[in-house]
């Protein structure tokens, strides 16, 4: 099979939707799958684009026996409204315009949030006449809404409006969790959502017999110690988890 995957972020940037696409199209292309990727110039999350990487209408290069393909970029920190609206609208416009000079494929593929990433694929599947499989990893705009990105707007009433278009139009859908299942359905995308969780490449870690030194670095040998590996955004709330350890101090 030969598929085109949108998304806004692809190593070497190592934030979780570059992780997990990743990680994905890697083992399509080792099950003998043509896998093409287009994404932005390196550059998340300070804005600034990555030593070795220049920012051009499109540049290619093979990762891991994937076809990336770089499109032009508006470089823009991970902060503040305006310069990342202008960065994802962009993405989305490139996106479009280079969709008819990559090769032929057989099925497209665009993950969300950022959202607009997510609604290119409609547009490229269009280009290419081909189906459409939209990927879900975070609600939007009802996330933004409900961590205090962003207030209840036009706007968001808009994207809203954008969100069950997605889902109508989208010929399948993939959600992270099993909790999205009854908010995307009900919003337009009855009977076409797969959930494929997020998961762990066990290659990835091989743990040293002494635990690399690290507990006698800090003074735990001997305890039950939990880390929490991953994202720490304005979603988490890690601050339950030192409220958790202070409460359970004595036990």
């Given at each position: 099979m030969r598929i085109l995957f949108l998304t806004h972020y692809f190593p070497p940037e190592v934030n979780a939707p570059a992780s997990r696409t990743?990680?994905?199209?890697?083992?399509?292309?080792?099950k003998g799958h043509e896998v093409h990727v287009v994404t932005c110039v390196p550059n998340h999350p300070a804005g600034r684009i990555y030593p070795g990487y220049r920012n051009r209408v499109l540049q290619h290069e093979a990762i891991a026996g994937i076809h990336v393909h770089r499109?032009?970029?508006?470089?823009?920190?991970?902060?503040?409204?305006?310069?990342?609206?202008?960065?994802?609208?962009f993405y989305l416009l490139m996106a479009v315009v280079t969709a008819p000079v990559l090769p032929r494929v057989d099925v497209v593929v665009s993950t969300s949030p950022q959202f607009l990433c997510g609604?290119?694929?409609?547009?490229?599947?269009?280009?290419?006449?081909?189906?459409w499989v939209l990927e879900i990893r975070d609600l939007w705009p009802e996330s933004i809404v409900t961590v205090g990105a962003m207030k209840e707007s036009w706007i968001t009433r808009s994207l809203g409006w954008l969100e069950s278009f997605a889902y109508r139009r989208a010929d399948a859908i993939v959600s992270v969790t099993?909790?999205?299942?009854?908010?995307?359905?009900?919003?337009?995308?009855?009977?076409?959502?797969?959930?494929?969780?997020?998961?762990?490449?066990?290659?990835?870690?091989?743990p040293?017999?002494?635990?690399?030194?690290?507990?006698?670095?800090?003074?735990?040998?001997?305890?039950?110690v939990a880390a929490y590996v991953g994202t720490h955004g304005l979603a988490h709330g890690l601050d339950t988890i030192l409220r958790t350890a202070e409460r359970m101090r004595d036990d």
């Open positions: 990743f990680e994905h199209c890697r083992e399509w292309a080792r499109v032009l970029t508006v470089p823009a920190a991970n902060a503040g409204l305006v310069g990342r609206s202008l960065n994802y609208f609604l290119a694929g409609f547009l490229v599947s269009r280009l290419k006449r081909v189906r099993e909790s999205f299942v009854p908010h995307i359905e009900a919003r337009g995308g009855t009977g076409k959502v797969t959930v494929i969780t997020n998961g762990v490449d066990l290659d990835f870690y091989t040293a017999p002494d635990g690399g030194g690290l507990a006698a670095e800090f003074g735990v040998e001997g305890k039950f």
